[in-house]
């Protein structure tokens, strides 16, 4: 039997859609049957100041956030600089390839550079919704119940925001 149980990692300045993001990964793996602890560190409540959050899933209970990070999404260098340490071999780190340059990563961790700019024609944002798809893929999880769950979280904002966050 497979067990279940990793950790995704947001990390960006307040006001980056962090909360949403989270949000959005919570729900697609509360509704895959997955346990959850979800912790966002708001080390700032400043637009602009560092905010990190972190998800663990798995197939049984989670009582704690543990100490690994499987998927790292740094929104900003900051955040890359920060965080980059947690991640062990096995790990992969999602970024926008023009704004993020990696630091030293641990041996066997993945780096995944991304055009964010040419995913989210320009978009900034939608880098969240380009990198939430880039880590169900990586998770092997399909792209509908990201649509569905992007369609109600910007259901108030209008069919325009989710239709251009679906295409991404």
Do not use: W
Not at 111 to 119: A, R, V, Y
Not at 126 to 148: F, H
């Amino acid at each position: 039997m497979n067990q279940i149980d990793f950790a995704v990692g947001i990390g960006g300045e307040n006001g980056q859609g962090i909360a949403s993001t989270g949000n959005i990964l919570a729900l697609i793996f509360a509704r895959r049957g997955l346990h959850l602890n979800a912790y966002n560190a708001y080390q700032s409540i400043i637009r602009g100041g560092h905010t990190f959050l972190t998800i663990r899933a798995s197939d049984q209970p989670v009582r704690n956030l543990g100490d690994k990070i499987d998927v790292f999404i740094p929104l900003n260098q900051d955040a890359m600089n920060r965080h980059l340490q947690l991640l062990k071999s096995g790990a992969c780190a999602i970024f926008d390839q023009e704004k993020v340059t990696p630091g030293e990563a641990a041996e066997g961790v993945q780096l995944c550079p991304m055009p964010m700019k040419d995913l989210t024609k320009g978009n900034k944002l939608a880098i969240n919704t380009a990198a939430l798809g880039a880590t169900l893929q990586l998770l092997g999880i399909e792209s509908e119940p990201l649509e569905a769950v992007v369609a109600r979280q910007f259901k108030k904002k209008g069919d325009a925001v989710i239709a251009e966050n679906v295409a991404i």
